[in-house]
């Protein structure tokens, strides 16, 4: 789709070839990039599982639009992007709070669920929770390319149902997802990646988020993970089923806290270059939320032999290892994040490991025999290429050149992976998440100059 949209900026009539689920995804991607009206092809279909059908779908309904869109001039469709019809200091709808969900619903402002209504005495109430100003730019966020505010950031947190102390976290989440790293732009895909957030340092307890049990259903995380679902739908414009693409749908976005008391290593933040006393706010995304295995001390292995083999086979199983071993500017992005227990974590740090050699162990050890490598990448993907393929276009390192009964990495770096500690303090428990296209990004969350008096406000 973007090197048609490039041509199409140069002058060269170009036309993107989808299915027919995958016409409004390519329109508003494109209007995201500057063409508001891409030409568009659509197979009706999916086409990864026809065979005898599929020449004949190309003569005969194919070919013909290629043409047309190649021939005939375009006329202005319209991509159905987020548009703001009104000034967003205005009210814009008087009611109850029935009629008000009704009307937000609507309009699609909601995720399904009742919101509060964002009344102006509300946001200002967060307002007062960030130095910004209220106009001021956070983040133009792809695909809609609509301005996040602090204005808007602060109704869709009210919408969520969350505190005004949590304002300063999604305003540092913004600025997260729209770096350019995180790749915001990418997340429709229909694989269906769910962003969440992490918060490290002081503040997690001042705010009142859980690092423990339950962490992610529990205290004020679900607002404040709600609030990023929903700053994303409105801001970002992203639409379930329109240029959010998840085959199956998606949970809700989640926020969890490190428990940086059980941590027998430093804390997420403080590897990557913070000091342990600022706040911070990373985003993440993950394809998959499932099965939390437990590894056991036995008497032929110790508690870190164990979790170290356990996480090895979790990244042969959670994640696309087709796409984790590939290298080079055009190898998907991919990232997983480990959230470890805190037992598992501590039996691993008494075992001599560092989070780096962790990360080194889980590289070398986490591995596949070549025949499944071949196999995935033949009948999973889209590309149909084979493993030597791969190795020819630098995809894959000269490694995978071997024989079928070879085992092969599933990572190309221990880069990779990402380990954060939370969870149960009294459970033995791992959870793998494998989050395609988007890079953990990571922002400082800078409070204000009255943090302090206005936490003792919101007590009384």
Same mark, same amino acid.
């Given at each position: 789709m973007r090197p048609a949209v490039e041509a199409e900026k140069a002058g060269i009539p170009s036309v993107v070839v989808t299915t027919t689920g995958f016409t409004t995804l390519a329109q508003l991607a494109a209007?995201?990039?500057?063409?508001?009206?891409?030409? +568009?092809?659509?197979? !009706?279909?999916?086409? /990864?599982?026809?065979?005898?059908? @599929?020449?004949?779908?190309? $003569?005969?309904? @194919?070919?013909?639009?290629? +043409?047309?869109?190649? %021939?005939?001039?375009? $006329? /202005? $469709?319209? !991509?159905?992007? &987020? !548009?703001?019809?009104?000034?967003?200091?205005?009210? *814009?709808?008087?009611? %109850? @709070?029935d009629e008000v969900n009704k009307f937000f619903y609507s309009n699609e402002w909601t995720d399904g669920l009742p919101i509060i209504p964002p009344t102006k005495e509300r946001v200002e109430k967060f307002l007062q929770y960030t130095q910004r100003s209220p106009d001021e730019e956070i983040a133009i966020l792809a695909q809609a390319n609509l301005k996040a505010v602090p204005l808007n950031i602060a109704a869709n947190a009210v919408m969520a149902g969350c505190r005004p102390e949590h304002m300063p976290i999604l305003v540092a989440a913004v600025e997260a997802i729209g770096d350019e790293r995180y790749n915001l732009n990418n997340i429709g895909t229909t694989w269906g990646v769910l962003p969440f957030l992490l918060v490290n340092g002081p503040m997690i307890k001042q705010v009142g988020m859980e690092s423990a049990g339950q962490l992610i259903s529990r205290g004020w995380n679900p607002? *404040? /993970?709600?609030?990023?679902?929903?700053?994303?739908?409105?801001?970002?414009? =992203?639409?379930?089923?329109?240029? =959010?693409?998840? %085959?199956?749908?998606? &949970?809700?976005?989640?926020? @969890?806290?490190?428990?940086?008391?059980?941590? &027998?290593?430093?804390? =997420?933040?403080?590897?990557?270059?913070?000091?342990? $006393?600022?706040n911070t706010v990373t985003m993440g995304a993950t394809i998959n939320w499932g099965w939390p295995p437990s590894p056991y001390s036995v008497p032929e292995k110790s508690g870190a032999e164990s979790s170290l083999e356990l996480l090895a +086979?979790?990244? #042969?199983?959670? &994640? !696309?290892?087709?796409? %984790?071993?590939?290298?080079?500017?055009?190898?998907?992005?991919?990232? +997983? #994040?480990l959230l470890l227990a805190p037992p598992v974590a501590k039996a691993i740090a008494n075992g001599g490991y560092s989070k780096q050699g962790i990360k080194e162990y889980l590289y070398e050890k986490a591995r596949v025999p070549w025949s499944e490598m071949e196999w995935m990448n033949r009948y999973t993907t889209p590309e149909m290429l084979t493993v030597r393929e791969k190795v020819k276009m630098g995809l894959y390192s000269e490694d995978y050149l071997v024989g079928p009964n070879d085992m092969v990495r599933v990572l190309s770096s221990p880069d990779l992976v990402h380990i954060v500690v939370c969870g149960d303090p009294n459970r033995n428990r791992v959870m793998t998440l494998w989050g395609g296209y988007v890079q953990m990004t990571t922002k400082e969350i800078k409070l204000p100059a009255k943090w302090n008096d206005l936490l003792n406000e919101a007590k009384d």
């Open positions: 209007k995201a990039a500057g063409v508001e009206d891409l030409r +568009i092809a659509a197979y !009706s279909g999916a086409y /990864g599982l026809h065979q005898s059908e @599929l020449k004949e779908n190309i $003569k005969k309904v @194919l070919f013909d639009q290629i +043409i047309d869109g190649l %021939t005939k001039q375009v $006329k /202005g $469709k319209g !991509s159905g992007a &987020p !548009s703001m019809g009104w000034n967003p200091r205005e009210v *814009i709808f008087r009611g %109850t @709070l607002a *404040i /993970g709600r609030a990023l679902g929903l700053i994303i739908r409105n801001i970002a414009g =992203y639409r379930p089923a329109r240029n =959010y693409m998840g %085959t199956f749908g998606y &949970p809700l976005v989640f926020a @969890l806290a490190e428990n940086e008391e059980e941590n &027998p290593w430093e804390p =997420y933040h403080v590897e990557h270059g913070f000091d342990r $006393k600022v +086979i979790e990244l #042969t199983k959670k &994640p !696309s290892v087709v796409r %984790t071993c590939e290298q080079g500017p055009r190898a998907m992005k991919n990232v +997983i #994040t």
